[in-house]
């Protein structure tokens, strides 16, 4: 799990607002902020596809985000092999996991960019790179004059 490079992680306690979650989400460029509850352990995740029911049900922004938190999430420890990861988004049709240190307290983000990186990364000669028919037939026609 060391080798992959950790996306940066922005934790909300469970008692903030959605609203200042979704400042933090906008602020850092980021879909999710992780919740955490005593002792900064992860309890949740926020995401932009639990934001988009909420927007559309008039309800207020400024309750706890504990509220609209979603409760099924992945999470690997540090120490983890990567294929820990890769079960962890497979298993449960994530596109991201949590990492989280030895006391369950959230250190980064990564999923399956980061899993393609390493591949690419480490095993060069397995990836095959084809060009699609579309791409082929763009380049062999030259435009213009």
């Known amino acids: 799990m060391s080798e992959l490079e950790l996306r940066y992680v922005i934790t909300v306690h469970r008692d903030e607002s959605v609203r200042h979650?979704?400042?933090q989400?906008?602020?850092?460029?980021?879909?999710c902020v992780v919740v955490v509850g005593e002792k900064?352990?992860?309890?949740?995740?926020?995401?932009?596809?639990?934001?988009?029911?909420?927007l559309l049900s008039g309800e207020s922004l400024d309750v706890p985000v504990a509220k609209h938190m979603s409760t099924d999430w992945g999470t690997v420890s540090t120490e983890d092999p990567i294929a820990n990861v890769i079960e962890q988004m497979e298993s449960k049709k994530l596109r991201f996991v949590i990492v989280v240190n030895s006391k369950g307290q959230p250190v980064g983000l990564t999923g399956q960019k980061g899993v393609a990186e390493y591949?690419?990364?480490h095993f060069?000669?397995?990836?095959?790179?084809?060009?699609?028919?579309?791409?082929?037939?763009?380049?062999?026609?030259?435009?213009?004059a």
């Open 25 to 31: 989400m906008r602020s850092y460029g980021l879909g």
């Open 40 to 54: 900064n352990i992860t309890v949740g995740k926020f995401t932009e596809r639990l934001l988009i029911p909420l």
């Open 119 to 121: 591949i690419a990364e």
């Open 21 to 23: 979650c979704i400042q």
């Open 124 to 144: 060069p000669r397995r990836v095959k790179v084809q060009e699609s028919q579309a791409t082929k037939i763009f380049l062999d026609h030259r435009e213009g």
